[in-house]
Structures are given as C-alpha cells and as structure tokens.
C-alpha cells in the first residue's frame, strides 16, 4: 500500500507556480506526480490545498547527545526538526564525548535509527577532543559516515593544523566545515564589539575576528583544494570574502541562520543587556551587517540557510549576559519566519527561498532530496500559507525554549512532514 497525497499544491521550483497535484508514494521514493492518482488501495492524505515543498535540509545543528541530554536529545531534536519540515539535519560534534572517532559517529546512526524522526548526517571533529592539538583519522571518520569535518564550537587556531586537515580532507572528498573565529580578537566576548557593548559594559567580540579567520581559510583552500564551507556568516567583511573566493571559482560555500538575517545588536540594547536569549555567537551585529547578509543571500553568495539550532536549558539562560551560553534554538518556525518576513514582504520570492532551505543544501552537500520529483527520495513538507500562528516556546517538541522570536506571530507553518516515505509529523 502507498501513501497518496491528495488535494495539494506542488510548487514549481523553476517557474515559482503552484501546480495542482497528487503525488504517490512507494517505500522511500516517489511513485507518481500528476493531475489525478488512482486512489484504490492507498493511504490516503487530504492536504487541504496546502502547498508541497522537498523537505528542508538544516546543515548546521547541535542536538547535544551524547552528554548534554539535559539540553536536547536525538530524539527530541529530531521531533523539533520534523515539526519544522525537515527531512535531513546535519549534527555538529561538540558533544561529550566529542565526535571524533569512528565509533562516535556509528553512534549517531544507531541512535537516530532507533530514535529519529528524520535523517541524521554527524560530522566529524577536525581535532581530537576540539582541542586543536591533533588530528582526528580523517579518512575513518568518513568511510563511517562523517557528512564533513568540524570544530563548530571553536575555531582551529592554528594554520598548519588547518592546512592539514584540508589536505586530507581534498583527498577524501570531504567538506571543511569552519566556526570561523580568531580567539585572540574575540577573548571573552559576549556581544558584537561596537557602540552598543561600550555601552553596556559588556566585553565585546568584533567582525574581525571572524572574517580574518574566512580569510586565510579561503587560503588555505584554495592552496589545497579544499571544499571549505562557512558556518553562520554574520559579518559584511566576511560575506564580502566569500564573494571574492567565489569570484575566483574557488570551492567556497556558505550559510546563514535566520536570526542573522533579521536581527541586530539593538535587541540587546533594548534590554540592556538584561536577557541571554539575546545571546549567540556569532553574536547579532550591526544594521550594515545585517543587510550584507541579506544581500549575500539575494545575490548568491551565500548558498543556504542553516538555523544553527542550539538547545539550552532555563536555567543556564536564567544567568547573566555575559555569563549564559550562546545559543539559539530555532528548528521548529525557522521556514515560518523567514516566509513572513521575506517573502510575504517581497524580499524574496517563495521559490528562490524553498531553495536555500532544501535545493542548494542538497547540492552543495551532495545529498538525496532537495526537490520533489517522480522517482526521488520521498523527502517533502507541505506548508499551510495563510494561517497565522505565534511562535510559542510552550509548544516546542525541543527541550530548548531559548529563542528571542518568542510571540512573533508568522504563516507557513508545517503541516504534514514525510522522511523517505514515513510520516514524522502531521498537525491534528
């Protein structure tokens, strides 16, 4: 018996048209698309007119286990993706025990299989421990399944120890994954560097830190061959960077995160520094950076958005600004907010957005789905348009409720969640 889906709007990523349509599914793929699906012996799904998109690719979350249960789970992380219309995620290795070995990441599949509601990719550390002291066995870790290599959580601070790894990593064919930041410039940093944290009092971290270490990483890539990929780009100089090594042909791609996209440091100077769910690292930037974003979007500099989703519990964010951990979650309304934002506000159109969510993920990553065709990956979201709801920290499936969005009300919301054939989530 198939899963058919009927009485839907599937959105045509080239033209940007809402073509009516049913879709039948088989397994793990997708049997049929057309006008009208014979109904007899299906599961069948009314879909009420809402619109069908592949579903989203989130190359850049943290879902905490194992060690920081207390914060989020494979489990629960997973249940907060699927509301969100994820099909794939992307997990970081600033776990305890941190990502590094083979072992640990054959651990994240066991897990997920058992757990999951949707796919799981674990990347690799770049360095034994995080501690940029040692390499861990590249080429291990990808034949166990590492989708890429990564010391998100800290930058390598040492150049010889990143000219290494990439030197593997070209060999291996696999990505270079950079939390892109100088520790020197940031030291015990909390916000953005700038008016705002002098006049705070808070210890600030400039944009430097971040484009400098973009900069000899694009280098460096560019010296090995290296596909670098940019986690959470947040400042102009460092978008301007990827839009020269791109201009060079360099093989150089990027993300953003929501948060980067529409909020600046002035939400911190509101509150005067009062509320750590303002808090995030990148931190908020500047009005100038902010629109270097948005424009590093529009024009393709930056190829997809990641929500950089990062459970913690109340009580660490309960602490002071400068005290409290970064972090974001953001996985369950992240398409919700930007649909509101940018393309009921005309910034974007919904095709062009669909794609930095799923298509160019897919990509740039070389990933099944990202687009919903006869005979592909039965990965799809379907999204409701019209109806407005606020965002609602109570609501969340992920045990984090850190996020400064909390009230805002937005369409788009997820309805019907389908990860290779299984439905993992539907709306009541």
Known sequence: ????????????????????????????????IAELVEESGHEVHDLNGGVILPGYIDMHVHLRQP???????IETGTKAAARGGYTT???????RPVIDTPERIRYVYDVTEKEGSCTVLPYGAITVGELGEE??????????????????????????????????????????????????????????????????????????AESVMIARDIML????????????????GSVELVRWAKQRGLKVTTEV?????????????????GDANMKVNPPLRTEADRQACLQGLLDGTIDMIATDHAPHTEEEKKRSF????????????????LYTELVEKGTIGLAELVKKFATNPAQVFRLPGGKVEQGGIADLTVVDLETEQA?????????????????????????????????TYKTE
């Open 135 to 208: 390499l861990t066995d590249i080429i291990a870790l990808r034949e166990a399944g590492a989708v890429g290599i990564t010391d998100d959580g800290v930058g390598v601070q040492s150049s010889a120890m990143m000219r290494r790894a990439m030197e593997v990593a070209a060999c291996q064919d696999i990505p270079v994954v950079i939390h892109s930041e100088d520790e020197d410039l940031a030291k015990d940093g909390c916000m953005n560097e700038g008016v705002v944290s002098k006049r705070l009092g808070l210890p600030g971290i400039p944009g430097l």
């Open 322 to 337: 400068a005290t409290a951990p970064f972090g974001f979650t953001g996985i369950e309304f992240a398409f919700p907010l």
């Open 89 to 95: 995620v992307a997990c970081m290795p600033n776990t």
């Open 221 to 236: 890539a560019e010296e090995t061959g290296a596909h670098l990929h940019v986690c959470h780009i947040s400042d102009a």
């Open 257 to 273: 995160t929501p948060h980067h996209l529409l909020l600046t440091e002035s939400i911190i100077d509101e509150t005067d520094g």
């Open 67 to 73: 060690g920081f249960e207390a914060k989020e789970t």
């Open 391 to 423: 965002i609602d920290p109570n609501a969340f499936f992920s045990k984090g409720k850190n996020t400064p969005f909390v009230g805002k009300r937005v369409k788009g919301w997820s309805t019907l969640t389908i990860n290779r054939g299984r439905v």
């Open 1 to 32: 018996m198939g899963l058919l889906l009927k009485n839907g709007r599937l959105l045509n990523l080239e033209t940007g048209e809402l073509e009516a349509r049913e879709i039948l599914i088989e397994g793990d793929h997708i049997a049929e």
